[in-house]
């Protein structure tokens, strides 16, 4: 059995204070100077510790308050109000919400998993990634064992193409040379955000992040500099269509290119292998209607890495806007199964992954693995404010340390992979790859609607109360 992968976290503070849900207000007009004044007597020390941060221009209580309420309910004149934070609530947008902004904060700081507290009180169901509910059946193993306890969970995938069958000669030896895989211990790649001040250390930090976490970093290949080669086995160069240079030096020391879709790829690829023949290259499409169709002819021709990238906020492209990346996962993964492809090829998806829980409803979907951008930029304490400049960053990007920045990256990892850990070992499966395409360990909102809950709705009223007469 190979050694359990185990991400090494600890704790990397944030540079400015975190924004909260909700702010304290602090009446100090009729106050009665108590002897002892509930604020003295907080168990966080959030008042003691209170200040005000000029680079922020906020309130650093609600970095510190942990919403007890035992100063509103304590004080006797009523002097302690609790109210939400507007600041908090213009974070991020409709889909990058603030709830998964400092969810990514607090992971990239201390590495854990967030606990929401006593239940849960949202929704049952949502839209996206948000209408798949996993299966909990076995979830008696991790309570008694943990997610690091006697049983060994593997979260690895494999990079690259397998043939279908082998053959052999009369000496008993392969009658040909296999195609080059790449195992990688986490089925998450890096890749740079699309966004966000100062790139160059994000870039830094994105890079020794992935070698320190033992899988790879998807950086555009004008974006890597020589500072850069000393991470190149863990380095992913992406190149857009018609740019590929043969006699480019780095294609020696990587493992992995990618190509962006164009209709001569698969000759660029074909030149790439008579020079590099040791390079697994990814083909990245964009996920549009023909999405499917299209990975099926790359699979058949023989790609290796298929990459389906969907917009930011999950959604597809072009006649695809409306569609969401799971069902556009579902079509892929489904089309090269009705073809006797799917196991030839690795299948990545990227484009709106944003929390811990969308990489194995993405797998369920049909995926090996995905491809994550924003929440890297997240964990940098980034505040999508979208106004991306060095001389307008809230948090001042351009002057991260790579060192603190890149364990950020990795605390954040570190928390998702104990989720996924969390959730094989709730589903009973003893590897990440058992969970590709397995829809029966998922409910789908919108199936369990169609198939069961509408034709309660759509019965004839009279009808019904007929057959309950009969």
């Not at 606990?115 to 049952?124: E, M």
């Not at 999405?291 to 290796?304: D, I, K, P």
């Not at 409306?322 to 196991?343: C, P, Y």
Request: hydrophobic share 40%; proline share 8%; aromatic share 6%.
């Amino acid at each position: 059995m190979p050694a359990k992968y185990h991400i090494h976290t600890r704790p990397a503070p944030a540079r400015y204070p975190a924004l909260g849900k909700s702010t304290v207000l602090d009446w100090q007009e009729g106050c009665l100077r108590c002897t002892v004044c509930v604020k003295q007597s907080c168990p966080y020390n959030a008042f003691k510790q209170r200040d005000f941060d000029v680079g922020t221009l906020s309130d650093t209580i609600e970095g510190y308050c942990k919403n007890c309420f035992r100063c509103v309910q304590g004080c006797p004149r009523e002097l302690i109000a609790k109210t939400p934070s507007p600041q908090f609530q213009r974070l991020g947008d409709a889909y990058w919400t603030p709830e998964i902004i400092q969810s990514t904060w607090y992971q990239a700081e201390t590495g854990k998993i967030p606990v929401s507290g006593a239940g849960y009180g949202g929704r049952f169901s949502g839209p996206g990634f948000d209408a798949i509910w996993t299966d909990m059946s076995e979830i008696v193993r991790p309570t008694r064992d943990g997610i690091h306890g006697r049983e060994y969970i593997s979260t690895a995938i494999d990079l690259g193409r397998k043939p279908l069958f082998l053959i052999f000669d009369d000496q008993g030896r392969p009658a040909f040379e296999p195609p080059p895989l790449l195992e990688i211990p986490l089925p998450v790649l890096l890749a740079e955000p699309p966004r966000g001040a100062g790139p160059e250390p994000i870039r830094r930090a994105v890079a020794q992040a992935a070698r320190d976490l033992g899988t790879l970093a998807l950086l555009p290949r004008e974006h890597i500099t020589a500072e850069l080669e000393p991470f190149a086995a863990h380095l992913a160069p992406s190149y857009p269509a018609d740019a590929l240079d043969l006699n480019d030096p780095l294609l020696a020391q990587v493992k992995v290119v990618e190509l962006q879709d164009h209709d001569a790829v698969l000759e660029q690829i074909e030149l790439l292998k008579r020079r590099h023949p040791h390079l697994i290259v990814s083909i990245k499409a964009p996920a549009t209607g023909a999405a499917a169709e299209r990975l099926t002819q790359l699979a058949a021709a023989g790609a290796e890495i298929l990459h389906l990238a969907a917009g930011p906020d999950a959604q597809g492209l072009e006649d695809a806007a409306g569609v969401h990346l799971k069902d556009l996962i579902r079509q892929a993964h489904l089309r090269l199964v009705q073809d006797h492809l799917r196991d030839t090829v690795t299948l990545l998806a990227g484009g709106g992954v944003a929390m811990a829980e969308h990489v194995p409803k993405a797998i369920i979907c049909g995926a090996d693995g995905v491809i994550i951008d924003l929440p890297l930029l997240l964990a940098l304490e980034c505040r999508l404010c979208r106004t991306c400049a060095p001389d307008a960053c809230p948090v001042h990007l351009e002057t991260l340390n790579v060192r603190r920045a890149a364990q950020r990256l990795v605390n954040l990892m570190g928390a998702w992979n104990n989720q996924l850990l969390e959730i094989l070992g709730a589903m009973g499966l003893r590897e990440v790859r058992r969970l590709r395409g397995e829809v029966g360990r998922a409910m789908f909102v919108e199936d369990l609607e169609r198939e069961i809950f509408g034709p309660l709705f759509t019965r004839n009223p009279v009808e019904s109360l007929r057959r309950e007469g009969e």
